[in-house]
C-alpha cells in the first residue's frame, strides 16, 4: 500500500526513539555520580540497526554482485518491537561513572537527535507546501 510519507520515516521515529532510551541512559548515570557503588550503563543499537538496514561495517548498503544496485530500504524491518530487543547493559571494568565520558555521550546523542528531527521538519516541510500550492489552483 502506498503511503503518503516516505519510506524513512519510520526509520526515522525508530532512530530517535532508541535516541531517547540513550539520553534516559544517560541522565540515570549522571543523577548517580556520587553513588560509589552505581556502575555506569550503556545502550547500544548501532551494530543492530546497520544489520537491518544490510549495511555493511562502514555504513554503506551491501551489494550481492557488483552489478547489482544496492537493496531498497525494507521499512518491515523496523516493526514495534524492534527497540525492545536492546538491554541497558552495566558497562565491564568501571567502577563509577566518569563525567567527561557521560557528558562526551550526551552531547553526541544530542547532535544526532536534532539532525533526525531536522530530516522529519524538512519532510514535513515539503509536504506542506506541496499542499498548499495543489489549494492554489
Sequence with gaps: MKSLFENYIDL???VMDLRLMRQNVV??????LENPN?????????????EALDLDDRGRLTRTN???L???FDPTKFGPDFTKEFEIRVVKGEDSVDLDKELTIQA?????????ALI???????MSDLINSAGGE
Design 12 to 14: 526515522v521515529g525508530t
Design 27 to 32: 541522565a540515570g548515570n549522571l543523577a548517580n
Design 38 to 50: 552505581y556502575k555506569a550503563r550503556r545502550i547500544y543499537f548501532e551494530e543492530k540497526l546497520q
Design 66 to 68: 557488483p552489478k547489482h
Design 70 to 72: 544496492p537493496t531498497p
Design 108 to 116: 553526541k546523542n544530542v547532535l544526532n537527535y536534532k539532525v533526525l
Design 120 to 126: 522529519l521538519q524538512k519532510s514535513f516541510s515539503g
